[in-house]
Nanobody, 123 residues
Framework: QVQLVESGGGLVQAGGSLRLSCAAS????????MAWFRQAPGKERAFVAA????????LYEDSVKGRFTMSRDNAKNTLYLQMNSLQPDDTAVYYC????????????????WGQGTQVTVSS
C-alpha cells in the first residue's frame, strides 16, 4: 500500500508556472505507475498525465501536451508535475494517484489517491 500527499498548488496569473509535488510513503515507489488527475468545479475528475514506474514512459492529455511535464524521483519517493503557460481552464484540484504495474488513463485503474492540491489560474 502507498500513501500520497500533494503539495505546490496555489494562485498564479495566466501564463505563469507552478510545480506540483506528490510525496509517497513506502519502499517500493518505483513499482507504482503514477498519474495526475484534476477536477474543476462542477466537472468530473479527469486524466492529466501518467508516468511508468521507472519514469521512461509518459502519457499526457492533449490539452496539456507541450505545457506540462511529469517526472519522478524514485530515490526521493516523489512525483512532480511542472506546469507552464497556465491558463484559467487549468484551474482545478489536482490529485496524484498510484497503481501497481503499467500506467493507465482511467480513474478506475488507480486505487491509491492523495487528498488533492488546489491550483487557481487568474486571467
Amino acid at each position: 500500500q502507498v500513501q500520497l500527499v500533494e503539495s505546490g498548488g496555489g494562485l498564479v496569473q495566466a501564463g505563469g508556472s507552478l510545480r506540483l509535488s506528490c510525496a509517497a510513503s513506502g519502499r517500493t515507489f518505483s513499482s507504482y505507475a503514477m498519474a495526475w488527475f484534476r477536477q474543476a468545479p462542477g466537472k468530473e475528475r479527469a486524466f492529466v498525465a501518467a508516468i511508468s514506474g521507472g519514469g521512461s514512459v509518459t502519457l499526457y492529455e492533449d490539452s496539456v501536451k507541450g505545457r506540462f511535464t511529469m517526472s519522478r524521483d524514485n530515490a526521493k519517493n516523489t512525483l512532480y508535475l511542472q506546469m507552464n503557460s497556465l491558463q484559467p481552464d487549468d484551474t482545478a484540484v489536482y490529485y496524484c494517484a498510484a497503481r501497481l504495474l503499467a500506467l493507465q488513463r482511467s480513474i478506475r485503474d488507480y486505487p491509491y489517491w492523495g487528498q488533492g492540491t488546489q491550483v487557481t489560474v487568474s486571467s
